[in-house]
């Protein structure tokens, strides 16, 4: 079993829509929870990152995080085609001194529609 | 700020041959690490370096890739011999603390 699963997509939707991205883990040491975007040909991205259970809200993008299900999900309100990426959700242990290994899910691929 | 910077950005070699990448951090970011990415897949992480120590290299296919970061600054990573698995874009990070910024990574083809 996969530490991270997520639905490669691809998922296509029409300009405007609301976009629900999610993934799941296995690892309860995960604290640390990230969204990075990835456009074709470059690196990802950082998006939002999220630490405790609850959501976090950056303009129309809203990280939403469940440990108890350990579930987390992004959500993209008013979908535009520039957010038409690769996003990949992203994990990471406990850490006592900066910079840990992060785990990604397999990323899934939007595409906004005009 | 400059990013992280990644040379070449994309190589074509026969299998059995070598490569290598070479990868220059965010100045003063002290963790690099170096990742693998298939077509259609995540980031698989294979090496990890806190300065110019290796923290984590469990994923490191060791009979075949090596890396090194010397002056825990720049960093190398090297496939020798290449195989046709091998094809990927291997991706270069750096972190001062919790966000990774990743260059654009060099996009390996091996016929």
């Known amino acids: 079993q996969k530490e991270v699963e997520q639905d490669p997509g691809p998922l296509s939707v029409p300009e405007g829509a609301i976009v629900s991205l999610n993934c799941t883990y296995s690892?309860?040491?995960?604290?640390?929870f990230m969204w990075y975007r990835q456009y074709s040909r470059k690196g990802p991205e950082l998006l939002m990152y999220?630490?405790?259970?609850g959501n976090k809200e950056d303009g129309r993008f809203t990280a939403q995080v469940d440990k108890s299900s350990k579930y987390i999900s992004l959500f993209i309100r008013d979908s535009q085609p520039s957010d038409s990426a690769t996003y990949l959700c992203a994990m990471s242990g406990r850490q006592e001194t900066s910079g840990s290994r992060l785990t990604f899910g397999e990323g899934t691929q939007l595409t906004v529609n005009p | 700020e400059a990013g992280v910077a990644q040379s070449p950005r994309y190589k074509i070699i026969e299998k059995r041959q070598s490569v290598a990448f070479w990868c220059n951090p965010i100045?003063?970011?002290?963790?690099l690490y170096w990742y693998q990415q298939i077509l259609g897949q995540g980031p698989k992480l294979l090496i990890q370096?806190?300065?110019?120590?290796?923290?984590?290299d469990s994923q490191l296919p060791k009979d075949r890739f090596s890396a090194e970061r010397l002056k825990g600054v720049d960093s190398t990573l090297k496939i020798q011999p290449a195989k046709l698995e091998d094809s990927a874009v291997y991706l270069c990070?750096?972190?001062?603390?919790?966000?990774?910024?990743f260059g654009q990574g060099t996009r390996l083809t091996v016929v």
């Open positions: 370096f806190q300065n110019n120590g290796v923290v984590d």
């Open positions: 690892n309860s040491a995960f604290q640390y």
């Open positions: 999220t630490y405790s259970s």
């Open positions: 100045s003063g970011h002290a963790t």
């Open positions: 990070a750096s972190t001062a603390w919790r966000e990774a910024f």
